[in-house]
């Protein structure tokens, strides 16, 4: 049987019991003022779903306050549809294909892409690796910069091929979890300071030639390399393919289904990838369990639709018109 044909993917009321199932784990929780379970159903004539009243501040409030789900007019069954769509599609879904999946508009499907993404934001808990463990760093470069440098930090000239693309900064968990940056600069500075952030300094650290990782060894158990400019891609278990494979199914995802993406969303497709990554079918997260992992993720990260892109949200990320 489909994992949606379940009756929360259909039914509101069902929908609103299984939200509050996920988001209230430990008693129904007050927004406004974090009372726990002091709250009973709103009394009267009202007839919106899932409303209580707040007994110590006397306010009424529902499971969608505070989350992403606030102030939006679609309804939470189908909210939990593009959940789900989004977090069990390998490569990301387009705007398009959502908002014809759901029968929404393209705007809604737009905005509600967004507003998931958000959510599946992991806010950076803790650093990568540990004892034995090894850690991949890269760099990639992908789409065009929208007021690209043309100087260094240090005011060196940068190299033509890349002066205008966005860079791209991966660390990848060997067998484990990914966390990805869009930087402005990928110069040394900028480089050593997100891998001294964001690993274990008892880690192996594997990377490439590049200067980029130069003085690493200092910071870390090991620092080993693979060059690649003379055809070297592994040399024992010393390499960076998880971190080439975490990129190529990013860059397949985002010029074959997404096409298009602004370098200020850019952040945001990162954590969609980088969700799904981390929970992914070889850490033993099958599409349910990663989607209840996005619904836990919707508290606290209420996105307006001016702050994601106002009018030119139609724009951004269209995908296939077919």
């Given amino acids: 049987m489909s994992v949606l044909t379940q009756k929360h993917f259909h039914n509101e009321p069902a929908a609103y019991a299984f939200v509050e199932a996920h988001v209230w784990p ?12 002091e709250s009973g159903p709103l009394k009267g004539n009202s007839t919106r779903l899932g409303v209580y009243k707040c007994y110590a501040c006397r306010k009424p409030f529902t499971v969608k306050v505070g989350t992403i789900f606030e102030s939006s007019h679609v309804k939470l069954h189908v909210w939990l549809q593009a959940i789900f769509l989004l977090s069990s599609s390998k490569k990301g879904m387009s705007s398009n294909q959502l908002a014809r999946t759901l029968e929404i508009t393209l705007k809604s499907a737009w905005f509600l892409s967004h507003r998931i993404r958000e959510a599946m934001r992991d806010g ?20 065009k910069m929208d007021n690209p440098p043309t100087m260094r930090v240090d005011g060196k000239p940068l190299a033509k091929k890349r ?3 966005r860079p791209i900064i991966a660390l990848v968990e060997r067998g484990g979890r990914v966390r990805s940056f869009h930087v402005e600069h990928a110069d040394k500075v900028t480089v050593a ?7 274990r300094h008892e880690s192996r650290l594997h990377t490439d030639e590049s200067r980029l990782y130069k003085g690493a060894a200092g910071m870390f158990a090991e620092h080993s390399t693979v060059n690649h400019s003379s055809g070297e891609y592994a040399r024992g278990d010393v390499n960076t393919n998880s971190a080439e494979g975490y990129f190529s199914i990013f860059k397949r995802g985002m010029r074959g289904i997404y096409q298009h993406c602004s370098e200020k969303h850019l952040h945001r497709y990162l954590s969609e990838y980088d969700f799904r990554y981390n929970h992914r079918v070889a850490l033993g997260v099958n599409d349910e369990a990663r989607a209840v992992k996005a619904l836990k993720g919707v508290v606290g990260k209420r996105l307006t639709y001016r702050t994601v892109g106002g009018r030119n949200a139609r724009k951004e990320t269209q995908g296939p018109q077919a």
């Fill in 193 to 199: 300071g997100i891998v001294a952030n964001n690993i």
């Fill in 26 to 37: 430990d008693g129904r929780v007050c927004p406004h003022c974090g009372v726990v379970d």
């Fill in 124 to 143: 950076r808990l803790g650093p990568l690796g540990g004892a034995g463990m090894v850690v991949e760093a890269d760099e990639t470069y992908h789409g």
């Fill in 163 to 165: 002066h205008n693309r």
